[in-house]
């Protein structure tokens, strides 16, 4: 997953953006940068958090960035760091692995800014915006399948579940059916398509967000498989943290703080025990809790950066415990859909 550092749900969907880091402080205070340390960026982006840790502590990174566009972009700090840091072009979700190739580990702290680049919003032919018209793209790296691609090939009911659990769009089902619809009659492979076939169906209010606003979530969500590399992006971090290692995470929208929220609190669990079964069973706690719930931007931010109006920061430090089975893991994301995904009929 790709960021530019702090662009939420209403930049997302296609508002002014800007590069400024999301939180940059509070992150900065819980990743607790420190002299000879070793830390990731999963989410590289416009290089924000990046240049904040190297500059706080005489500290090496690792920056991570799905988007050949980011990694090019900062090669001009990588001469500037003299040689504190590294780019690697890759999905977060390997981070472990990376980390180990660069011979990086075991680290001292993972930082995630879960949310969308300001860098690709402005781009129109990147198609995340539906304010700037453009091919409905919506890919963060150079492969695999397109926002076009799955408007096109995915059937009404599958179509309607990823709105539905993806955006948390109430009216999914009458969204998936004016796309088919649409689509029958001419192939839709522009941002400015799709938002208006949107339009159509959802009305909003003066003030409410943009009606296309969760459908396009939803599939650069899908798209990008971020849910999925999200969750394996935490595994990743619990398995390469040192301990006393921190893992700071930012997120912008409910279905990706509820994971993060999920995942720490069952990882800083120590095990159950009873009367009946005095010995306490299951994993010792590999992480334990820093931030006592989600830490949000003041409000002096969020006046001069309202794209940090939702985001919400957890951090956890990583114990001596060994990191848990993973097998789990995958509970945390939405229910599949109730059929399989395929190409339509």
């Known amino acids: ?8 749900p209403a930049d997302a ?12 402080a509070e992150v900065l205070a819980h990743l607790a940068p420190k002299d000879a340390g070793r830390y990731v960026d999963g989410t590289f982006g416009a290089g924000g958090y990046t240049r904040a840790i190297l500059a706080a502590a005489d500290c090496r990174v690792l920056a991570i960035d799905r988007d050949p566009t980011a ?3 900062g090669q001009g700090l990588v001469a500037a760091s003299a040689g504190r840091l590294v780019l690697a072009q890759d999905r977060f979700s390997r981070l472990d692995a990376l980390a180990e190739e660069a011979n990086f580990g075991p680290l001292d702290g993972v930082v995630l800014d879960i949310g969308v680049s300001s860098m690709q919003l402005d781009e129109a032919e990147r198609g995340f915006s539906f304010r700037r018209d453009g091919p409905l793209d919506m890919r963060m790296g150079d492969a695999g399948p397109s926002a076009a691609d799955l408007v096109a090939e995915l059937d009404e009911v599958s179509l309607a579940h990823v709105i539905w659990s ?3 769009e109430r009216q999914s089902r009458a969204i998936a059916k004016a796309i088919v619809k649409a689509r029958a009659e001419a192939p ?19 003030g409410e967000i943009h009606p296309a606003t969760r459908t396009f979530q939803a599939l650069r969500i899908a798209v990008n498989e ?16 040192a301990p006393g290692g921190r893992l700071v995470v930012v997120t912008f929208h409910s279905l990706e703080d ?3 929220k999920t995942f720490l609190s069952h990882r800083a669990k120590a095990p159950s025990a009873s009367r009946h079964m005095p010995q306490a069973e299951g994993p010792e706690p590999s992480f334990r809790l820093v931030a006592k719930g989600a830490v949000e931007a003041g409000p002096d931010e969020v006046a001069g950066n309202p794209r940090a109006r939702s985001a919400k920061l957890r951090a956890a430090e990583r114990t001596e415990a060994p990191a848990h089975p993973g097998g789990d893991l995958m509970g945390l994301l939405p229910a599949p859909p109730p059929q399989r995904h395929g190409r339509r009929r």
């Open 1 to 8: 997953m790709t960021t530019g550092h702090g662009v939420g």
């Open 13 to 24: 969907a296609g508002g002014p953006a800007r590069h400024l880091p999301v939180m940059l």
């Open 71 to 73: 990694i090019a972009a």
């Open 166 to 168: 993806l955006g948390e």
């Open 188 to 206: 839709i492979t522009r941002t400015a398509q799709l938002a208006e076939i949107v339009s159509r169906v959802v009305w909003a209010k003066p």
């Open 226 to 241: 971020e849910l999925d590399e999200l969750v394996r992006a935490l595994a990743a971090a619990e398995r390469a943290l």
């Open 258 to 260: 509820r994971i993060v």
